[in-house]
C-alpha cells in the first residue's frame, strides 16, 4: 500500500498476537503485552493499521463472538478472538523448540486449538456453514460455534490431550 511500517514495532506486535492466539485479547492487552515484553510503544491508531495490515495479507483473522441464546440475561463478551492462518507463524515469531512447547503444554494448547481452527474454517467454508465462538461475562466459553446457513450449530472444545476430556 505504499505505507513504510516499524519493522520491529509491527514484529512486536505479531509477537504479543502469538502469546495470546486464540483467546479474546482486546487490543488495549496487546498494547500493554508489546510495552510489557519487547519495551515498544505502540498508539492505538499504529495498532489499527498494523492490525489491519496483517489482516489484509492473510496473516490474522478474527473470529466472532456469538450468542446461542437471545433471551439470556448473561452478557456476552465481544472481543473477537484472534487466530492466525498458520500455527506455525506463533513458533517462528517466538523462537520456540521443541522442548519450549513440551514444557508449557497449556501454551501449546493455545497453538493447537489455532491449529484445530485453521482446519474447522476450510470445513465450514466447504459446507458454507461458519465459524464463532462463545464466551459470557461467568467465563462460560466454547471455543468454536459452528453455525450453518439453516441455523443448525455445533459446540466445539478444544483440548489438548486425553487428560482434558472430562474438562471438555
Known sequence: DGIERDKVKIDS???SICRNISTSTNKATIINDV???FTNELSRPT???YLSTLEKL???EYVPATN???RSSVQLRTSPKIELVDPSIVIASLGLKKEDLLNDLNFTGFIFENMCYRDLKVYAESID???FYYRDNKDFEVDFILRTESGKWGAIEIKLGAGYIDEA
Open 35 to 37: 510495552s510489557n515484553y
Open 13 to 15: 506486535l505479531l509477537k
Open 68 to 70: 446461542l441464546n437471545l
Open 58 to 60: 492473510n496473516v490474522l
Open 129 to 131: 456453514a461458519e465459524l
Open 47 to 49: 495498532t489499527d493499521d
